[in-house]
């Protein structure tokens, strides 16, 4: 027996209804290359989209049309993820930080029709675009005078809107139709295309507002420093609308001083990104002695966040610091580390080691951890294996990829993900490892993240990267490579030892140190590892 219950499709079109219907005077601040600080309304922001919305119909985008977007996080680009997935057409947002022959691979195996650009990505895009058969034009995110670039069409955004009505009529169509497209960074092989549908999009911001979830309600007013560009910013451009919460897009300038004045004017009290940018707000906070008093609550995704920087911001800032896991393939909110009742009397210490955990599955995301053969390992907080995930937001398959590819998948349906965790009884998962980054040594495991985040925590410390290398008595050991905050400083192997002594376990302590001026890291921010690995590919210890 069916209930008899409303069949009403969920739609991106409906977070946009009932953002500028019931939250119309709500506000988005926005910085762009051409205007440092520009605000409006729900309401404004709506009567934009829809104009936006027929002038993409008037450019002959149909259904199911790819377009594409290399922008920062500003007004324009919000307007661009309503619009398109609004008229049923898919938003492929590309990160331009990835290498241009991976960006023209993106745009070939998308089949994009249109590309909207940043002004200062527009050397980068196009000659890609021209040489691209499927790309038709290129419109610049400002509101310059349009150009000609290589042959290409090119108009710029303010033009290609502004003679267009601002009221229209949002179809109706199957929640299942996509709505957006997003390619991993592309560490192995070409990048791959996740392709998200209305309905699992609605889901995933649904939980995003939750306590425990992100927890974004109408009196929030939130900074997603998190890109655009990347897995929908956590679907925080979808949850903030959703909950009628201020949004603040902070464009291209992400380094500390611009992150604290923006939240300081704007009265920040939830922020979510990845370690490399808080590092860099907690030292302008360190160095001026500055103070964030609306900040509540600050997430951070992307790679495990150190112990230090956990303490620093609670305990000096006052912020309830907040880890977050996911993936592009998981939409990408999987885990949030939220503290249950009784952990809240443990110790600072006890505290602090449960919050660099990441957390427990959000409803709706299933975890399990198995054996090299497939097995089931306990939830113990002890057993490691590889983490494997599903969920109604997670892909069940590539964009592109022929019916019936199933390498990822097991039989219950579960995605593997290629980290390698724990599970303790409490449900709290915690990363140990990428499955290729994890250490075999003597027969254990060593966790670089682990290792990396005390290394860390020593005050001459900026940042550090640990990875594997030829032992010819114990297979592996761990090579640490380090970044100083003031570079005519020293920090001797022996010294590094010593403090790492009863941090760690014995015989994860680092057999070899290099300082280097910089880490690389990967388009999303993450440290490439495999770039450190042919950087010290020779390297060896010796029994």
């Avoid at 599903?390 to 019936?404: A, E, Q």
Wanted: with cysteine.
């Amino acid at each position: 027996m069916h209930g008899k219950m409303m069949q009403w499709p969920l739609l991106i079109s409906s977070i946009f209804r009932h953002a500028t219907t019931y939250f119309a005077d709500r506000e988005i601040v926005s910085v762009t290359a051409d205007q440092p600080s520009f605000r409006y309304t729900f309401a404004e922001f709506g009567r934009r989209v829809c104009k936006l919305a027929n002038a993409l119909r008037n450019a002959g985008v149909k259904p199911g049309d790819r377009v594409a977007t290399l922008a920062w996080n500003d007004h324009r680009h919000l307007e661009l993820y309503y619009a398109i997935s609004g008229i049923g057409a898919v938003c492929h947002t590309i990160n331009p930080r990835l290498f241009p022959e991976q960006i023209e691979y993106i745009v070939e195996h998308a089949e994009d029709t249109l590309m909207f650009v940043d002004p200062m990505f527009r050397d980068l895009v196009a000659p890609i675009a021209a040489r691209t058969d499927s790309v038709r034009a290129l419109i610049i995110l400002n509101g310059d005078a349009a150009e000609t670039v290589d042959g290409l069409a090119t108009s710029n955004y303010e033009e290609f809107i502004n003679c267009e009505v601002d009221t229209f009529s949002w179809p109706e169509f199957d929640e299942n139709q996509a709505c957006a497209l997003c390619y991993t960074s592309g560490t192995t092989g070409n990048p791959k295309g996740v392709l998200y549908s209305h309905r699992s999009t609605v889901l995933h911001a649904l939980t995003v507002t939750t306590p425990n979830g992100l927890e974004i309600g109408m009196d929030d007013a939130v900074l997603p420093v998190v890109p655009l560009f990347h897995v929908n910013a956590w679907g925080i451009p979808y949850a903030a609308l959703m909950s009628g919460a201020k949004l603040v897009l902070p464009g291209p300038r992400l380094d500390g001083e611009s992150l604290y004045r923006l939240m300081d004017r704007e009265g920040v009290t939830l922020t979510a990104g990845v370690p490399t940018v808080w590092l860099g707000l907690q030292k302008h906070l360190q160095e001026y002695g500055f103070e964030l008093p609306t900040l509540k609550r600050m997430v951070v995704g992307g790679s495990a966040a150190p112990p230090s920087m956990i303490e620093y911001f609670e305990e000096q800032q006052g912020v309830d610091f907040v880890h977050a896991w996911g993936m592009t393939e998981m939409s990408p909110l999987g885990t949030v580390c939220r503290l249950k009742p009784a952990m809240h009397l443990g110790s600072r210490e006890e505290r602090t080691a449960q919050k660099t955990k990441q957390g427990m599955p959000v409803y709706g995301v299933e975890l399990k951890i198995v054996d090299d053969d497939g097995n089931p390992l306990p939830h113990d907080g002890e057993a490691m294996g590889e983490l494997w995930v599903r969920g109604p937001w997670i892909t069940s398959g590539y964009f592109g990829d022929p019916p019936g590819t199933v390498e990822d998948f097991d039989r219950e349906g579960y995605f593997r993900t290629g980290d390698i965790s724990t599970i303790d009884s409490d449900g709290y998962m915690r990363i140990c490892d990428r499955a290729k980054d994890v250490i075999k040594s003597g027969g254990e495991w060593i966790s670089s993240i682990d290792l990396e985040n005390v290394a860390v925590g020593h005050p001459k410390v900026a940042e550090a990267a640990v990875i594997g290398v030829p032992c010819d008595k114990w297979q592996e050991r761990p090579l640490l490579v380090v970044v100083l905050k003031i570079a005519e400083d020293d920090l001797s192997l022996e010294q590094m030892r010593e403090f790492l002594t009863g941090r760690v376990p014995k015989w994860w302590l680092p057999g070899a140190m290099e300082v280097v001026d910089a880490l690389p890291h990967t388009a999303t921010g993450k440290i490439q590892k495999r770039e450190l690995r042919q950087q010290f590919a020779d390297f060896c210890f010796e029994s």
